[in-house]
T-cell receptor, first 113, second 115 residues
Framework: GQNIDQPTEMTATEGAIVQINCTYQ??????LFWYQQHAGEAPTFLSY????GLEEKGRFSSFLSRSKGYSYLLLKELQMKDSASYLC??????????????FGGGTRVLVKP | DSGVTQTPKHLITATGQRVTLRCSPR?????VYWYQQSLDQGLQFLIQ???????AKGNILERFSAQQFPDLHSELNLSSLELGDSALYFC??????????????FGPGTRLTVT
């Protein structure tokens, strides 16, 4: 099975940096994804990591350590519109798993002025 | 706009009824996935289809079934509905689904309310 943990809620100030941690325990691993979801809307793809290290995409960066079962999403120069839930998800590696994503519970980020 | 479309946007029905949710994947995507999101359960994988064939199954109840048609659109059928089935149902699509890594793009969802 798969177990994915991330903090429930975080608060940060506009213009600041926030780091959202995600730890996972999986029976198979093919990659780790980060999605952003505004309340009542669809999740939107932010980034994914397959190999260890940092992937940077503009204001968003994601890091992976497969040996530690750990990832983080770094949001820089926070804007009010970044207030949303951030979902960590793991893609399984077995044939039976297909390409399904197993999601963590999400971290609600509140950006304050 | 992800390019994935879902209908209807909202659905209100009574316990015991049956409903069908529809999804059209992005142009060129062969895989379709269904997820359920409720307040207490988070986003849960239900089932995946690849090019018309069932590819992987998750926590999908026996009362639920799905299929993918030759034009690649998919339908999720929910029957004998219970209050606990009230949730947001998302469809997602990706280019392939044979174990290769590719990001999934989500549709706007169907909000199902069972009364």
């Amino acid at each position: 099975g798969q177990n994915i943990d991330q903090p429930t809620e975080m608060t940060a100030t506009e213009g600041a940096i926030v780091q959202i941690n995600c730890t996972y325990q999986t029976s198979g691993f093919n990659g780790l994804f980060w999605y952003q979801q505004h309340a009542g809307e669809a999740p939107t793809f932010l980034s994914y990591n397959v190999l260890d290290g940092l992937e940077e995409k503009g204001r968003f960066s994601s890091f992976l350590s497969r040996s530690k079962g750990y990832s983080y999403l770094l949001l820089k120069e926070l804007q009010m519109k970044d207030s949303a839930s951030y979902l960590c998800a793991v893609s399984g590696s077995s044939k039976a798993a297909g390409n399904k994503l197993t999601f963590g519970g999400g971290t609600r980020v509140l950006v304050k002025p | 706009d992800s390019g994935v479309t879902q209908t209807p946007k909202h659905l209100i029905t009574a316990t015991g009824q049956r409903v069908t949710l529809r999804c059209s994947p992005r142009s060129g995507d062969l895989s379709v996935y269904w997820y359920q999101q409720s307040l207490d359960q988070g986003l849960q994988f239900l089932i995946q289809y690849y090019n018309g064939e069932e590819r992987a199954k998750g926590n999908i109840l026996e009362r639920f079934s799905a299929q993918q048609f030759p034009d690649l659109h998919s339908e999720l059928n929910l029957s004998s509905l219970e209050l606990g089935d009230s949730a947001l149902y998302f469809c997602a699509s990706s280019v392939e689904g044979l174990g290769g890594l590719n990001e999934q793009y989500f549709g706007p969802g169907t909000r199902l309310t069972v009364t």
